[in-house]
Every structure is written in structure tokens, then in C-alpha cells.
């Protein structure tokens, strides 16, 4: 059985992003981190592994610049055997169509995948179109917002999951392969362990580039988004203020501020 975790570097989740006048964005120095929520997309890889007593293997890929490293990295860290780079500069200014299309060719050259997991969103662009393009481009059945595996019956080719939706829960069984996105809830991630750090740094990742998958150039990169990011502005600097109302007791205070909200017709 081979399971692929995809995976995105992010700014952590700290980091002030701003946006000057030329529409220039920057997450400062922030440093780069794997994107939150993909810690429960690894977590879950590596808990199937162990509950099939590491039979499975784990493949993390990540479409991206050198800095995408980190999140692989940090995947390894915790249990994934191994980390590959999808990347060429015809990649740069891919929208969600056209990541999707590089992941799935990249899945696709591995051949052998019965399960691909995704975090829900990843924290910077936050589409969450990602999972649900691969799905559709690689024929698997595409499970959104899973917050327990029930089931994976590996001979008889199925899997079961609860899905968490608005409503409550809801109990779905699809046929493998499958796409997987993950919800928090789904488990508790682990932290790497000191072992698992040093498996990271000794580790090779290699760089599959367009031409090694089979990319067409014209479905990749600018060529192949559909989206195009007409203007980016910073929002206006929002007005108003507090005023803090003086009275002697809490009454008094509640009266004055009656008073003003029924002047502004507020009520
Ligand atoms: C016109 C345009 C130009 C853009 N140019 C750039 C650019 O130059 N550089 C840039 O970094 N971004 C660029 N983006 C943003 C980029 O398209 C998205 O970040 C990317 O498609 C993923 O979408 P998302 O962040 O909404 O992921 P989501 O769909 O919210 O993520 C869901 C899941 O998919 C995984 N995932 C997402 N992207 C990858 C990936 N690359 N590899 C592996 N797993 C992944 C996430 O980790 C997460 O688990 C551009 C977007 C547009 C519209």
C-alpha cells in the first residue's frame, strides 16, 4: 500500500502579512513552516502505517521553491519514509488549477496509490480547492472534511469514513484510491522526535521537475491558470473609535449609553 501526504510551506501562522502601494505582498521574516493543517494529513499517513505494522509506505510531496524543504522535512520528522520537491521555474505562479494538475501528474508517475492526503486548506491562500482538483484530475474518490478513517479494507479495495459537515456527521464508503482532506479533530499530531530530526537532515529529496512527470507546458504555471490577480491592494485603514463613557455608577453609565444609541437610532 502506498500512501502520498501533499503538502505546502506556509508562513507561520503568526506572521503579519502587509501589502504595499504597488501591491507588493510580504510575510516579512517570518519563518517558513509547514502548513498547519497538514500536520493532521502526516499524522494520519503515519498512524494507517502503524496500524498496519508499517507495511504502508509514505511518500510527502510538495510543489514548490528550496523552501518547501522545510515542510518535507518536518514530514519526515515525524514518520513519512519519504519527501519529494515537485518543482521547475515554469511552476511559479501557478493558481489552484494548475498546482492540482503538476500534483496529480506527479502522483500519477508514482504509479502504485491507493490514498492521498491533504490538509483541509492551506493557511495562506486558503482555497481549499486543492484536494477536491486532484481528486477529479486523477479519478480517485474525492472525501472532504474527514475527521475519522471507520475502515480501510486494503483486499477489498474500500474505505469509510465520518465526515464532518454543519449538520452532524456523516458515514461515507468509496471505493480506492481515494483523496483524503483532513480536518482538525481527526487526531492529535505528533512532534518529531529527535531520531525522526536526524532521519530528516541525512535524508535525499530529490526534485522532480516538469519534464520528469510529463508536464505539458502550457497546463502549468501562469499558462495554465485560469485565475489572474488583477490588483492587490492593501484594505483601507478602518475609522472610528472608543469612547469611554464616565458615570458613577454601572446605572448611570447604562443610561448615558441608552441615551447615545437611541440619538445614532442605533436603537
Ligand atoms: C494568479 C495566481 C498566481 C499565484 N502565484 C503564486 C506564486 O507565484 N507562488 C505561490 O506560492 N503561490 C501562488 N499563488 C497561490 C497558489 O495558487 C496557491 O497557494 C496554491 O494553488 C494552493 O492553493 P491554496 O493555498 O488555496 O491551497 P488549499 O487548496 O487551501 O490547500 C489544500 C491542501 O492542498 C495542499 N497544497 C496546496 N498547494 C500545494 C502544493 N504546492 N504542494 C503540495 N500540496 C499543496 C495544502 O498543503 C493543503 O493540504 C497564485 C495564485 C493565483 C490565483
Redesign the pocket.
Known amino acids: 500500500m502506498h500512501i502520498v501526504v ?3 510551506q ?1 508562513p507561520d501562522s503568526a506572521a503579519k502579512l502587509t501589502v504595499d502601494e504597488a501591491g507588493n505582498v510580504s510575510w516579512g521574516d517570518s519563518p517558513i513552516i509547514i ?1 498547519p ?2 500536520e493532521y ?1 502526516v499524522e494520519e499517513a503515519i498512524l494507517i502505517k502503524e496500524r498496519f505494522n508499517g507495511e504502508p509506505k509514505v511518500t510527502v ?5 528550496e523552501e ?1 524543504l522545510e ?1 518535507l522535512k518536518h514530514a519526515i520528522a515525524m514518520g513519512c519514509d519519504e519527501g519529494i520537491r ?1 518543482w521547475d521555474e515554469a511552476f ?9 494538475y ?2 496529480a501528474k506527479a502522483i500519477e508517475k508514482m504509479g502504485d496509490v491507493d490514498l492521498v492526503l ?5 493557511i ?8 477536491i ?2 481528486a477529479r484530475r486523477l479519478g480517485f474518490s474525492p472525501l472532504t472534511y474527514v475527521i475519522k478513517i471507520v475502515e480501510l479494507d486494503i483486499e477489498g479495495r474500500t474505505i469509510t469514513v465520518e465526515r464532518l459537515l454543519e449538520q452532524g456527521r456523516q458515514v461515507v464508503k468509496a471505493p480506492l484510491p481515494a483523496v483524503i ?1 483532513t480536518v482538525k479533530g481527526i487526531n492529535e499530531p505528533r512532534y518529531p522526535s529527535f531520531m525522526g530530526i536526524r532521519k530528516a537532515t541525512r535524508a535525499q529529496y530529490p526534485v522532480w521537475t516538469g519534464a520528469d512527470i510529463g508536464v505539458e507546458p502550457d497546463k502549468a504555471g ?1 499558462a495554465g ?1 485560469g ?3 488583477e490588483r492587490i491592494f492593501p484594505p483601507p485603514v478602518r475609522e472610528g473609535g472608543a469612547e469611554i463613557i464616565e458615570a458613577d455608577t454601572p446605572e448611570e453609565a447604562a443610561r448615558i449609553l441608552v441615551d447615545k444609541l437611541m440619538a445614532e437610532k442605533v436603537i
Do not use: H, Y
Open positions: 501533499c503538502t505546502k506556509t502548513n493543517w497538514d494529513a510531496i510538495s510543489m514548490g521553491p518547501a515542510a515537485v511559479e505562479n501557478s493558481d489552484t488549477l494548475a498546482t492540482s503538476v500534483l491533504f490538509g483541509k486548506s492551506a495562506d491562500s486558503q482555497t481549499g480547492q486543492v484536494p482538483e486532484v482532506g501562469a491558470s485565475v489572474r490577480w
